[in-house]
């Protein structure tokens, strides 16, 4: 058996348990207990497990804590950005604005509708998010939508980025993976532009294994969405099997990008543990912030954000550095029982992309300088002291 883990790579079975007991701290721990058994047994039980009155009460909850006034559950974040961009009526010809830092999925949904990504630029190693300078630099004619990344939970220059949106009259998608809950200007991320999508994939905030959700104000948008999230069908199964219709059609090509009430089950617990869960994650960033401060080896990304933020990675930019040693420092880490990541290697150094032009320095600099440190409510205080002790004894074993 192989495992395809993103933290990990490719692992033969047993390893993939020896490696996650290895670590005397992980990256990220599941904030899962019997609450969440529980819910899954009742919903077996319950003989009702595909999408139904589960994931509907997860829509409502979800639309709800974001004050949005539309939720569509999904089987995962990268089926609401295709979704999303459908919805807009994105297509072959058009092209969409996008960061390069980010995970493969905020840039393939512009691949699947036949668009063309314009990469752009981020704003520094402080504020590594999209640049506006960059998103006006690459607009043209043919911009059909900006989709922008929150990264590691803090907020994209929104302010900016809407007014020179709404000048164009182009939609912006908010790719809020890293962000439930998180607030710019007391607004929720994932509310500000025409549509926000989500993950609930197994090391996000909210963790079903795999999931997502979209959301918006747009009800034309959302039935579009909703349509076309199952096969373009006009009833679902659940509605049938209650008697409440007998027939459908099917009205537009569709997918099956359903989420099942197993998962939305959790969802549910998941999302009424989420703001304590971030209240702690916010100590944990103080606890980090406060022991890294006047390190001049290192930018901490957002140190200055104010607003609350669902602090998904905690990550830090090497300065004065190159990937070889960043990597160098990696091992150092994970010698020492600390598992670390990186978010990201660059979108547009990947195969499938480098035919697309892209002058991202900085993108490239933060991706090859880039390291993500453990993450999750649960990580003590001694447990940041350590990890930030032996962060500074390998920057010096690394960099003398
Ligand atoms: C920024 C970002 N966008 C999109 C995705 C895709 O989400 P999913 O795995 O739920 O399809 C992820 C998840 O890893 C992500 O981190």
């Excluded at 302010?159 to 439930?180: G, S, Y």
């Excluded at 948008?221 to 373009?232: A, F, M, T």
């Excluded at 200055?304 to 420092?329: C, H, P, Q």
Aim: proline share 4%; charged share 25%; aromatic share 10%.
């Amino acid at each position: 058996m192989v495992y395809e883990i993103r933290e990990f790579g490719t692992l033969q079975n047993n390893d993939l348990q020896r490696i996650i007991m290895a670590y005397k701290i992980p990256l990220f721990q599941l904030n899962f207990d019997e609450a969440e058994e529980k819910a899954v047994v009742e919903i077996l039980r319950s003989k009702w497990i595909s999408m139904g009155p589960q994931s509907q009460a997860l829509e409502e909850k979800f639309a709800k804590m974001l004050g949005s006034n539309h939720a569509a559950a999904m089987a995962n974040c990268t089926a609401a950005l295709h979704l999303a961009l459908l919805a807009l009526d994105v297509k072959e010809g058009d092209e969409v604005l996008c960061p390069s830092l980010s995970f493969a999925a905020t840039v393939n949904c512009i691949k699947y509708v036949g668009a063309t990504p314009r990469f752009c630029d981020v704003e520094s190693l402080e504020k590594p998010t999209i640049s506006i300078d960059q998103i006006k630099a690459n607009f043209s004619e043919k911009t059909k939508a900006i989709i922008v990344m929150h990264y590691a939970g803090h907020p994209c220059n929104m302010d900016a980025i809407m007014r020179f949106a709404n000048e164009k009259n182009i939609p912006v998608i908010e790719d809020a993976c890293h962000a439930p809950l998180s607030e710019w200007n007391g607004k929720k991320l994932g509310t500000i532009g025409a549509i926000g999508c989500y993950s609930f994939f197994s090391n996000k905030n909210i963790s079903t294994g795999e999931g997502g959700m979209l959301i918006t104000d747009d009800a034309k948008i959302y039935e579009k969405v909703k349509l076309l999230r199952s096969h373009g069908m006009t009833t679902m199964s659940f509605e049938r099997s209650k008697g409440h219709a007998t027939a459908y059609d099917i009205v537009e090509l569709g997918y099956n990008y359903r989420l099942d009430d197993i998962r939305a089950s959790i969802g549910l617990v998941q999302l009424e543990k989420l703001p304590s869960d971030l209240a702690k994650r916010k100590f944990v960033r103080e606890w980090y912030l406060k022991e890294l401060e006047n390190m001049s080896s290192i930018v901490v990304p957002f140190a200055n954000n104010t607003d609350f933020s669902s602090n998904y990675v905690f990550t830090i930019n090497l300065v004065d550095s190159d990937y070889e040693k960043r990597d160098a420092l990696r091992n150092f880490m994970h010698e020492n029982g600390i598992q670390t990541s990186v978010h990201y290697p660059a979108i547009h150094r990947f195969s499938i992309y480098q035919n697309l032009p892209a002058d991202l320095p900085i993108t490239e600099y933060v991706c090859d300088n880039t390291l993500t440190l453990p993450m999750y409510g649960n990580l003590s205080k001694e447990e940041v002291s350590f990890i930030c002790d032996t962060l500074k004894k390998g920057i010096q074993h690394v960099f003398g």
